[in-house]
């Protein structure tokens, strides 16, 4: 491992590279290989990007994420689907770190333009084990439901409402 610096102009190629993708986000893997035992990812996010809410089942599967640029709200549901809370990262709210312990169904919604979080993780990182995706959530195949519709769903959620397809 050797000393890295990331500057505001590697933010703005990973904010490119989101708009670019088809998932309108984009990721920097800042760990050597899958198997660190710790695995950072510096994540860059644009509006209208939907990440399906989903929980880690694996007892050391906590997330720390930590908004660097933008704003973000953290969704937490219980295993039903419905809205228990709802944070603003960044921006001007005074929270812009969060860690998530396993077991609960999370997901983080952009809402400024454009948007960079670092997430952090215990690995070795399985891809059998990465998330579970609940019944109740959408998948990102959006065969069912439009990506747009999905987030336009997420954006009218109050605490209490049930998300669910």
Same mark, same amino acid.
């Given at each position: ?9 590697d ?5 490119q590279?989101?708009f ?7 990721h920097?893997?800042l760990?050597?290989? !899958?198997?660190?035992?710790v ?20 007892q050391?599967?906590?997330?720390h ?20 809370k709802?944070v ?11 860690q998530?312990?396993?077991l609960?169904?999370h ?16 690995? !070795?990182?399985?891809?059998k ?8 959530s ?6 069912i439901?439009?990506?747009d ?17």
């Amino acid at each position: 491992m050797k000393v890295s610096f990331f500057t505001q102009d590697d933010f703005e190629d990973l904010t490119q590279e989101a708009f670019a993708s088809i998932r309108l986000r984009s990721h920097l893997l800042l760990h050597e290989s !899958p198997n660190d035992v710790v695995q950072r990812i510096i994540i860059g996010l644009i509006k209208g990007t939907y990440i399906p809410p989903h929980f880690h089942e694996l007892q050391h599967q906590w997330e720390h994420f930590h908004v660097i640029h933008g704003e973000v709200e953290l969704m937490l549901f219980d295993n039903n689907g419905c809205l228990n809370k709802k944070v603003i990262l960044g921006g001007q709210s005074k929270n812009v770190i969060v860690q998530i312990p396993p077991l609960i169904p999370h997901t983080l919604v952009c809402r400024s333009p454009t948007a960079v979080v670092m997430e952090i993780k215990e690995g !070795p990182f399985d891809e059998k084990f990465a998330k579970v995706i609940p019944s109740w959530s959408y998948s990102e195949d959006y065969s069912i439901v439009s990506r747009d519709t999905i987030t336009a769903m997420m954006s009218q959620l109050s605490i209490g409402d049930r998300f669910s397809i």
